[in-house]
């Protein structure tokens, strides 16, 4: 479920290893993130300078959707296993690796609801700009420890 990569993060030189956090499709399915929270539950994290030195590291992915034609926040067992996901271990944000572009699926997949537009011959969609209200408003909703 989760390893390091060696590397550095589009074009950024970095000092210490990416953390993957790769969820499979039957996992997704299952919505069972536990491998992930036998890791990563607060009890287990560390204090002071190793925590911090975890913060921007982790790299979520999804596997097993490459042959979906769909974005993968588009995707509903993605966007239900993100949201429990969110709802389980709210730090998420504070770990991820800022410089990749599977962020922003996560962080879509959290929203209550999102309008997106496919343009014919572009990659990618656009999202509406009522999305930045709808993140505030799930993440007061979202249960602190």
Known sequence: MSRRVAGSSKGSTM?????????????????DFNDFLDHFDLSR???????????????????????DPREIYLIPEV?????????????????????????????????????SLKVDGKTGCGGSNTTRSNWCDSSRRTSRP
């Open 45 to 67: 994290l560390p204090a002071g300078q190793p925590l911090k030195e975890m913060m921007g590291r982790m790299l979520f992915c999804i596997e097993g959707y490459d042959a």
């Open 79 to 115: 966007r239900c296993f993100y949201r429990a996901l969110h709802r389980a271990w709210p730090y998420w944000l504070f770990f991820c690796d800022l410089n990749e572009d599977g962020l922003n699926s996560m962080v879509i997949c959290c929203l209550n609801s999102f309008a």
């Open 15 to 31: 000092k210490a290893d990416l953390i993957l956090c790769q969820f499979s499709r039957l996992k997704i399915e299952q919505g």
